[in-house]
């Protein structure tokens, strides 16, 4: 690793310089070459659209009535990724790029927890950590970033764009809302502090708008991370997260990380993925069912049951995204170990672990390294940093696991119209009664992934959910009018092809969202096999290899039904 510490500002490489600003960084491309360099070791990063070239969205005012989206490559990254800097983690910042280079990552957020260390010490030496990554992977965007204790709640991934403020606004926040460092941990129902704690987390979302509205930095986004892990995310919370400034709080982990917690025979009978092994406690929201405490599929149970929360909120029809990511603290069967203290020093009074150590013997954990199992990919029209936040914000998303697939283009149109339609996370104004196309394009896997085995997809679902506007009950986390409308099997179909499927817009508007598995495991979804009559299940406890039962998903289309 060079060493650029005592290196002038102004010597530094561009993407190195903290005073150089997400803008600047993505005028100068930190290349071209990122964004058309093609797969990762071990998949596509990305899928082009048709022609396979990338264009400048057209203005808004010069789209058709219909709608329509530029054509995309598709990044991929993961946006909650410890390192030495967490108290809990174990590796370094360099470790952990060169194994997110080596799965295919064009872009990571290092999110390390919030805690008196971090605040006093470990994010300013972080931050000299994440220029050298940046000058050490320039074909990667890395993010710095933090994992917020959430008033009243569970976590939250912080970051912002590069430029002489990030550090900056990451230690401002930390200090000023964080539930942790502050005390403003009950979420209790009827607890004393609740609804002050709960109305610090609104605060915060708010003061993160105001600082990009005003410049301070060019961006700044916020997702919930594994949001139902302890079932203290309630649905109001939720609701009045993203309301706070939707965006910035743009949406949650779909899928957690952890994913490898439950490989057999690894850590214990009891073993779920994701570590989502709790059960309700005080500071639970108990409108929640028991069976919420679980993933199904490797998927959060908000996500993963059709007509559930997720949908509930999508049913509002307010765009929030799903993602999925490592959250990498301890790799399965690895052999590094955390080192040891030298005399005198903590945690606490350092803000950064020792440097690992290699040993001969597979060490504790739960976690996959950085790609190697969970990809997040990302719509974008040009390579950089404010690009990525752009395409997240704007919803042009969608996830798989095991690198089910290698690229997914999704759109919708109506069949009256030329050109592409919308894509993911976009939407389509339409009148009662017109005749519509989804048209997906799949690209399957084309070699093996990281653990050996070539994924082979075996069916696509169409989800469709009716938008009824804001609810009045900011707590009910059931869509009653959404349900799998449309299943394809496509087993067995290899390469590049392109499903069609017609849509009727009725009298209300709706969305459409896809998943898709390998067909491994799957079975009736939680509101019954009439909504989700093939849906991700529970596996046995300690029994959830994570390479036999792997998914998609995407991030819904919107089709708002007007006139007559």
Not at 96 to 122: P, R
Not at 315 to 328: P, V
Not at 421 to 436: A, H, P, S, W, Y
């Amino acid at each position: 690793m060079s060493d650029l510490s005592g290196t002038p500002e102004q010597q530094l490489p561009a993407w190195a310089d903290p005073s150089v600003s997400a803008t600047d960084l993505d005028a100068q491309g930190v290349s071209r070459r990122g964004l058309l360099r093609g797969a990762g070791l071990f998949g596509a990063a990305f899928a082009m659209g048709a022609t396979g070239a990338l264009t400048t969205p057209a203005a808004a005012g010069s789209r058709p009535y219909g709608g329509e989206d530029p054509r995309l490559a598709y990044l991929v990254g993961d946006h909650h990724i410890h390192t030495v800097y967490s108290h809990d983690a174990k590796y370094t910042f360099s470790q952990l790029a060169s194994a997110g280079a080596t799965y295919g990552l064009d872009w990571m957020v290092f999110t390390e927890h919030s805690n008196f260390g971090h605040a006093d010490f470990g994010a300013a030496l972080e931050h000299q950590e994440i220029l050298r990554a940046r000058a050490e992977n320039p074909r990667q965007l890395i993010f710095q970033g933090l994992e917020w204790y959430i008033p009243g709640a569970e976590h939250c991934t912080v970051f912002t764009t590069p430029g002489r403020h990030e550090v900056d606004l990451l230690t401002r926040f930390e200090s000023a809302y964080d539930g942790k460092l502050l005390g403003y941990t009950d979420g209790s129902v009827g607890g004393a502090d609740t609804a002050r704690n709960e109305a610090h987390a609104v605060k915060a979302i708010k003061w993160l708008a105001q600082q990009r509205r005003s410049g301070y930095v060019d961006d700044v986004l916020v997702l919930a991370n594994h949001p139902l892990r302890l079932g203290i995310d309630s649905p109001h919370e939720l609701r009045n997260w993203r309301d706070a400034a939707p965006e910035i709080m743009i949406g949650m982990e779909g899928a957690p990380g952890a994913q490898g917690a439950a490989i057999p025979g690894w850590r214990g009978a009891t073993s779920m993925r994701g570590e989502y092994e709790n059960k309700p406690s005080a500071q639970s929201w108990p409108g929640y069912p028991a069976e919420a405490y679980l993933t199904y599929g490797g998927f959060d149970w908000s996500t993963a049951t059709v007509g559930g929360l997720w949908d509930a909120m999508l049913a509002e029809g307010r765009l929030f995204s799903i993602t999925t990511n490592s959250d990498a603290h301890r790799i399965v069967f690895d052999t590094w170990k955390n080192g040891d203290w030298p005399a005198g020093q903590n945690f606490d009074n350092t803000g950064k672990l020792p440097d690992p150590v290699n040993t001969d013997t597979p060490q504790p954990g739960s976690d996959f390294w950085p790609g190697q199992f969970s990809r997040t990919h990302v719509g974008v029209t040009h390579h950089g940093y404010r690009s990525v936040m752009a395409g997240l914000r704007a919803g042009r998303v969608w996830l798989d696991h095991g690198h089910l697939l290698d690229g997914l283009d999704v759109r919708v149109k109506r069949d009256r119209d030329h050109g592409r339609g919308v894509t993911l996370g976009g939407r389509l104004r339409v009148r009662k009664g017109e005749r519509l196309t989804l048209t997906v394009t799949v690209t399957t896997a084309s070699r093996a992934n990281p653990q050996g085995i070539l994924p082979e997809l075996a069916h696509v679902d169409v989800i469709r959910g009716a938008v009824r506007g804001p609810v009045t009950d900011r707590d009910v986390w059931k869509a009653p009018d959404t349900r799998v409308v449309h299943t394809k099997d496509v087993s067995g179909r290899k390469g590049t092809y392109t499903l069609r499927v017609p849509v009727t817009a009725g009298d209300e508007s709706f969305y459409l969202r896809l998943r898709g598995s390998d067909g491994k495991r799957n079975g009736a979804g939680y509101l019954g096999a009439s909504v989700d009559p093939h849906g991700p299940i529970p596996h046995e406890p300690g029994n959830g290899d994570p390479w036999e039962d792997t998914w998609f998903y995407s991030n819904p289309i919107f089709v708002d039904v007007v006139g007559g």
